[in-house]
């Protein structure tokens, strides 16, 4: 059975347990959740509200980090832990300020079985700016009209990959990347795959 890789970078406790809670709704979905914390931040998760519905979806780490824009930890996802699964499997960046929606996996099961498929773009709701949606359409691959949460990927276009941890905007360079690579791959589905920062309203 392929899975969906959930790949958190972990800086803020209190957000992490709204998530873990959040995840509670999808355990009978096939997802297994990467939580990846900087390591000067305490935490204890089995001590989270929920835990036990989900302790067998999660892996646990901790790494130092500089910045705190999370590539740190997504690389270190990308560089050690991807290639342990199977590459047929999906990954998908969760930073820990955001919630999914049903639709993540709506789209996951739709594409789970196309082999010529490798990315999904789809669309996310910005908290932040209640009139701003990022869309999964054709032409909004690029920087500036992407970020690291609206888009799934095969573990295998991008175990390995280089990114630069101290560049905000890796995220839209990163999505070019794959666009330009793989553009026969690149599917596209508007609707709400998660919601941005909505942990911060």
Wanted: aromatic fraction near 16%; charge should be negative.
């Amino acid at each position: 059975m392929n899975h969906l890789h959930l790949i958190t970078p972990g800086f803020r406790p209190a957000y992490i347990q709204k998530i873990l809670s959040d995840l509670a709704f999808y355990r009978n979905n096939p997802f297994i959740w990467h939580l990846i914390m900087d390591e000067k931040v305490e935490i204890d998760i089995q001590t989270f509200k929920d835990y036990d519905k989900v302790k067998n979806f999660i892996k646990f780490y901790k790494i130092p980090t500089i910045y705190n824009y999370g590539f740190e930890q997504r690389l270190f996802f990308l560089e050690k832990i991807a290639f342990e699964y199977n590459s047929d499997d999906w990954g998908y960046f969760l930073d820990d300020d955001n919630l999914l929606t049903p639709d993540i996996f709506t789209a996951f099961n739709k594409y789970i079985n196309d082999e010529q498929a490798n990315i999904v773009l789809m669309s996310q709701l910005r908290y932040d700016n209640p009139n701003k949606r990022l869309y999964g359409r054709p032409g909004h691959a690029c920087l500036g009209m992407v970020d690291i949460g609206n888009f799934i990927f095969k573990l295998r276009i991008l175990r390995g990959v280089k990114i630069n941890v101290n560049n905000y905007s890796e995220d839209g360079a990163l999505m070019e990347y794959i666009s330009k690579t793989y553009p026969e791959s690149l599917r596209y589905e508007d609707c709400l795959m998660t919601t941005y920062n909505i942990l911060k309203v």
